[in-house]
């Protein structure tokens, strides 16, 4: 869910007492249901605010649909990460000692560029001795 202020946004609920004859205001954004045009107003420019953030990217200044967007890629970006490497990468993160991303994330490069994990999948490739050829290890990569 994306983030106003930093802080979680919680949808507002249909009202209770509603009536199916009821005439109301639908936020096609949200999906949140107002009974008084003033709030549905409000909301809708909210929505379309600057002011909100992507939860697991932390990109700012982004428009509710925009903070959606960047959620949903994250997810997709996620869920394509190997899971061999996931539990190894996130105990080097969480020993690191650094407050910033960019030098975290440096420590973690420098610590796996040179390194293999167990069930981890290779790309492996041996070349003849006698020609010249020289062996590579090189971890495999389903996306290049």
């Not at 109301?24 to 409000?42: A, M, P, Q």
């Not at 990109?59 to 890629?73: I, K």
């Not at 061999?84 to 990468?89: G, N, R, T």
Request: proline residues 5%; negative net charge.
């Amino acid at each position: 869910m994306p983030l106003l202020h930093r802080k979680a946004f919680i949808r507002q609920k249909p009202p209770e007492d509603l009536r199916p004859e009821e005439e109301v205001f639908l936020c096609k954004i949200t999906y949140e249901i107002f009974r008084e045009y003033n709030d549905f107003f409000e909301r809708t420019i909210l929505c379309n605010s600057l002011l909100w953030s992507c939860s697991l990217t932390g990109r700012s200044s982004l428009t509710y649909l925009e903070a959606l967007e960047s959620e949903r890629r994250a997810r997709l970006s996620l869920q394509s990460f190997s899971q061999v490497l996931l539990v190894p990468l996130l105990h080097l993160a969480a020993l690191s000692r650094r407050a910033r991303l960019s030098e975290l994330c440096e420590d973690v490069h420098s610590f796996v560029k040179d390194r293999y994990f167990p069930g981890e999948t290779l790309d492996v490739t041996v070349h003849d001795l006698y020609t010249g050829w020289s062996a590579a290890l090189t971890p495999y990569c389903s996306t290049c």
